[in-house]
């Protein structure tokens, strides 16, 4: 793998609105940045309230108009195909942008981002024509059937971590379903969604289908979330964004539906097959610099391999390379900003302070004197009441926990507000089974990490969210509406 960009890539600055690039109305931009190098990217028009109300129009007139209303399901299929292509003809490029305003090692982008977004992008191209109704035998004279039809507009908002996928999460199922969009990307990261408008434009989606309107989560967010002519918002961040975004859109009764926060636990068990579950759970908690939702941040170990597992996974985490994202041997990229980074390590003081044991990183680093970067981070002796064990740090920080048996492993994973997801480690398959069905999480991954399909729900329990992302089921609930009709057979 090249260790500079092998593409320069184009660098969008301005809102994507109507298959058309726009200004915002007010002028404002703001700055997005390189994080490894602190070098400004470009400075990118600042969607506002006028903008998102230009995009919600548009995206309303999309609805109206039959070219993508009437559209047939089959014609929305191949639109669907044809992006998946177009997104993979410029992968290089693409990764390369996601690279460079995330932080990210190249590896993750090019080699797992973008060919999950383009294999998301073709299993919702394959809903698109499968979005059926019923017909239902009733009482009477009646022929009654369901229609599945879109919501309308729906508002896609997406954080970060991985910017084009939590995009193409969203986007291509509820664009499968046929409602028409406005997708605003995180402030931090907005460039590889305005490539993502631009691309659904070139390959023939029709204006206002899809719209995107980079901007402050306070300014443009808010405004897509008030706004009396969305139907839908979709959101993947924060819990404490999500619990403000369920309170504002009650005020029109949006549907919403929430993938939140996680402090999942990584739970290892003393019979299973150490070498992969220290492989496994460095991965779960050191992939995308634990900038991951579903991070396995409380990584709970059988007393009787406690010792061992602690000296093996600090091991790992010194060895775990920080440095250049672009680079080939580089594993632990940089954080996605300064005030992340400040957050991260703010969490590694508190683990300190409350006694926890360093065995490996906390410290803050640079490539070449620059960039935001934190070594892997390991703590020991976590007690589950510390704040490192209970708050979603969202960093290369793991808090290794003891647990003395099954019930009592099972007690420590379910001790958390959260309930993304879950990871097991063991050879006793019927004892996997047991703690996958008592582990109260969206996904539960047995003997291995991270794992995502298109095809597969994602989403959480408890303040985790609900609603779920991904699978032919997941799409229908989530971006279809079912209507009742009624035809009187005897008259
Ligand atoms: P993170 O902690 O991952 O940054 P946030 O929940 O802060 O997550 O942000 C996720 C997305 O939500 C971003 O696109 C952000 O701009 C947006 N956002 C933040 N605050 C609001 C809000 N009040 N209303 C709507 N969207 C918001």
Same mark, same amino acid.
């Given at each position: 793998?090249?260790?500079?960009?092998?593409?320069t890539?184009?660098i969008p600055?301005?809102?994507?609105?109507a298959?058309?690039?726009?200004?915002a109305a007010?002028?404002g931009?703001?700055?997005t940045?390189?994080?490894?190098?602190?070098?400004?990217?470009?400075?990118v028009?600042a969607?506002?309230?006028?903008?998102v109300?230009?995009?919600?129009r548009?995206?309303?007139?999309?609805?109206?108009d039959?070219?993508?209303?009437g559209?047939s =399901?089959?014609?929305?299929?191949?639109?669907?195909w044809?992006?998946?292509?177009a997104?993979?003809a410029?992968?290089?490029?693409?990764?390369t +942008?996601e690279? +460079?305003d995330n932080g990210?090692?190249?590896f993750e982008?090019?080699?797992?981002d973008?060919?999950?977004?383009?294999e998301n992008?073709?299993?919702?191209a394959?809903v698109?024509?499968k979005?059926?109704g019923?017909?239902?035998?009733?009482a009477?004279?009646?022929?009654?059937?369901?229609?599945r039809?879109?919501?309308?507009v729906? *508002?896609?908002?997406?954080?970060w971590?991985f910017?084009l996928s939590?995009?193409?999460?969203?986007?291509a199922?509820?664009l499968?379903?046929?409602?028409?969009v406005?997708?605003k990307?995180?402030e931090?990261?907005?460039?590889?969604a305005l490539?993502?408008?631009?691309?659904?434009?070139?390959?023939?989606? =029709?204006?206002?289908a899809?719209?995107?309107?980079?901007?402050?989560?306070s300014?443009a967010?808010?405004? +897509?979330?008030?706004h009396?002519d969305v139907d839908a918002?979709?959101?993947?961040g924060?819990t404490?964004?999500?619990k403000?975004?369920?309170? !504002?859109a009650? !005020?029109?009764?949006?549907?919403v539906?929430?993938?939140?926060?996680?402090k999942? =636990?990584n739970i290892?068990f003393?019979?299973?097959?150490?070498?992969?579950a220290v492989?496994g759970?460095?991965?779960?908690?050191?992939y995308?610099?634990?900038?991951?939702?579903a991070?396995?941040s409380?990584v709970l170990?059988?007393?009787?391999?406690?010792?061992d597992?602690v000296e093996? +996974?600090a091991a790992?985490?010194?060895?775990?390379?920080?440095?250049?994202?672009?680079?080939?041997?580089?594993?632990l990229g940089?954080i996605?900003?300064?005030?992340?980074?400040?957050?991260?390590l703010g969490?590694? !003081?508190?683990?300190?302070?409350?006694?926890?044991?360093?065995?490996a990183?906390g410290e803050?680093t640079?490539?070449d004197?620059?960039?935001n970067f934190v070594?892997?981070t390991v703590f020991a002796?976590?007690?589950?009441?510390?704040?490192?064990?209970?708050?979603?740090?969202?960093?290369?920080v793991?808090?290794?926990?003891p647990?003395e048996?099954?019930d009592?492993a099972?007690?420590?994973a379910?001790?958390?507000?959260?309930?993304?997801?879950a990871?097991?480690?063991?050879?006793?398959i019927?004892?996997?089974?047991?703690v996958a069905?008592?582990?109260?999480?969206?996904?539960?991954?047995i003997?291995?990490?991270?794992q995502?399909d298109s095809?597969s =729900?994602?989403?959480?329990?408890k303040?985790s *969210?609900?609603g779920?992302?991904l *699978?032919?089921?997941?799409a229908?609930?989530?971006?279809?509406q079912?209507k009742?009709?009624w035809v009187?057979?005897?008259?």
């Amino acid at each position: 793998m090249p260790s500079t960009p092998s593409v320069t890539p184009t660098i969008p600055e301005r809102l994507w609105i109507a298959n058309a690039w726009a200004d915002a109305a007010g002028g404002g931009t703001f700055a997005t940045s390189n994080p490894a190098t602190g070098e400004v990217l470009a400075q990118v028009a600042a969607g506002e309230a006028e903008d998102v109300d230009r995009a919600v129009r548009a995206a309303r007139g999309a609805m109206e108009d039959p070219e993508w209303r009437g559209m047939s =399901p089959h014609r929305r299929a191949e639109l669907l195909w044809k992006l998946a292509d177009a997104l993979e003809a410029e992968a290089d490029e693409l990764a390369t +942008l996601e690279t +460079l305003d995330n932080g990210k090692t190249f590896f993750e982008s090019r080699k797992v981002d973008l060919p999950s977004v383009v294999e998301n992008f073709r299993y919702f191209a394959g809903v698109a024509d499968k979005i059926q109704g019923n017909t239902i035998p009733v009482a009477g004279p009646f022929l009654n059937y369901t229609l599945r039809e879109p919501l309308g507009v729906v *508002g896609c908002i997406v954080p970060w971590n991985f910017p084009l996928s939590l995009a193409a999460w969203k986007v291509a199922p509820a664009l499968a379903c046929g409602n028409a969009v406005v997708l605003k990307p995180a402030e931090q990261t907005p460039l590889t969604a305005l490539r993502l408008g631009e691309l659904a434009a070139r390959v023939g989606f =029709p204006e206002g289908a899809l719209n995107v309107v980079p901007g402050f989560g306070s300014k443009a967010g808010a405004a +897509l979330v008030r706004h009396p002519d969305v139907d839908a918002i979709a959101f993947t961040g924060s819990t404490p964004v999500g619990k403000a975004i369920m309170r !504002e859109a009650a !005020e029109t009764l949006k549907k919403v539906s929430l993938e939140l926060g996680g402090k999942s =636990p990584n739970i290892v068990f003393a019979d299973a097959d150490l070498k992969a579950a220290v492989r496994g759970v460095s991965t779960g908690i050191f992939y995308g610099k634990g900038e991951v939702c579903a991070a396995g941040s409380r990584v709970l170990v059988e007393r009787a391999v406690y010792d061992d597992f602690v000296e093996a +996974l600090a091991a790992r985490a010194q060895k775990t390379t920080v440095g250049d994202p672009m680079s080939p041997d580089t594993r632990l990229g940089a954080i996605v900003s300064e005030q992340q980074l400040e957050r991260v390590l703010g969490y590694v !003081e508190s683990g300190k302070e409350d006694g926890a044991r360093l065995v490996a990183g906390g410290e803050r680093t640079t490539v070449d004197g620059r960039g935001n970067f934190v070594t892997a981070t390991v703590f020991a002796d976590v007690d589950p009441a510390m704040k490192i064990a209970r708050e979603e740090i969202f960093g290369p920080v793991a808090a290794l926990i003891p647990f003395e048996d099954l019930d009592d492993a099972v007690r420590i994973a379910n001790q958390t507000v959260y309930g993304l997801a879950a990871g097991i480690w063991t050879r006793d398959i019927g004892k996997a089974h047991r703690v996958a069905s008592q582990v109260r999480a969206g996904t539960v991954w047995i003997n291995t990490y991270n794992q995502y399909d298109s095809a597969s =729900p994602f989403g959480g329990y408890k303040q985790s *969210g609900f609603g779920r992302d991904l *699978g032919y089921d997941s799409a229908l609930e989530k971006y279809t509406q079912v209507k009742s009709v009624w035809v009187a057979m005897d008259r």
